[in-house]
T-cell receptor, first 114, second 113 residues
Framework: SAVISQKPSRDICQRGTSLTIQCQVD?????MFWYRQQPGQSLTLIAT?????????ESGFVIDKFPISRPNLTFSTLTVSNMSPEDSSIYLC???????????FGQGTRLTVV | GENVEQHPSTLSVQEGDSAVIKCTYS??????FPWYKQELGKGPQLIID?????GEKKDQRIAVTLNKTAKHFSLHITETQPEDSAVYFC????????????FGKGTHLIIQP
């Protein structure tokens, strides 16, 4: 398995502000994924982050709202910009180990926008 | 794109009984099907997975079956215990490594003492 650390674990933010979530992995990985889990709901893929290239966003998610950085093979950030209460969710970082398809998740960042 | 349906949304069983959760998928290119357990306040934990070249896989009290023709797969938990209470998610992907997972909506499993 992979050890994935996310920061912060939770935050309460004012609407209109932005929050950057950090994801650190204990070893180098090619692909990193960001998911959103709205209250009581399933996980939805936001984007895929490759080192050295632009992130690939899923339908319904745009770079201006969720800019992603991937400066190296062990780290990524997701920013939730210009937040509204609808952005209140758990945001999860995920990686695949090597060529295997097993996906491992961080503990998530619980965001509340007031 | 892929669409994964999961049933039931809530399942309550007596401790010691078996629990079965079912999922269907739409994309015939999907070939990797993991199951995750999520406890309150934690990220999803991979509990078992199956690839399309296998019909069944078992790990102690947990088993997964896959019917590629019908595009459905199921999670079976036997001899349920209180610590099995959690939300379980099925997922599917093409398994190319560049694709993320498409998740079902989850099943809240409640083990009654």
């Amino acid at each position: 398995s992979a050890v994935i650390s996310q920061k912060p674990s939770r935050d309460i933010c004012q609407r209109g502000t932005s929050l950057t979530i950090q994801c650190q992995v204990d070893s180098q990985v090619t692909m990193m994924f960001w998911y959103r889990q709205q209250p009581g709901q399933s996980l939805t893929l936001i984007a895929t982050a490759n080192q050295g290239s632009e992130a690939t966003y899923e339908s319904g998610f745009v770079i201006d709202k969720f800019p992603i950085s991937r400066p190296n093979l062990t780290f990524s950030t997701l920013t939730v910009s210009n937040m509204s209460p609808e952005d209140s969710s758990i945001y999860l970082c995920s990686v695949h180990r090597g060529q295997a398809t097993e996906a491992f998740f961080g503990q998530g960042t619980r965001l509340t926008v007031v | 794109g892929e669409n994964v349906e999961q049933h039931p949304s809530t399942l309550s069983v007596q401790e010691g009984d078996s629990a079965v959760i079912k999922c269907t998928y739409s994309d015939s290119a999907s070939n990797y099907f993991p199951w995750y357990k999520q406890e309150l306040g934690k990220g999803p934990q991979l509990i078992i997975d199956i690839r399309s070249n296998v019909g069944e896989k078992k790990d102690q009290r947990i088993a997964v079956t896959l019917n590629k023709t019908a595009k459905h797969f199921s999670l079976h938990i036997t001899e349920t215990q209180p610590e099995d209470s959690a939300v379980y998610f099925c997922a599917a992907t093409s398994g190319r490594g560049a694709d993320g997972l498409t998740f079902g909506k989850g099943t809240h499993l409640i083990i009654q003492p």
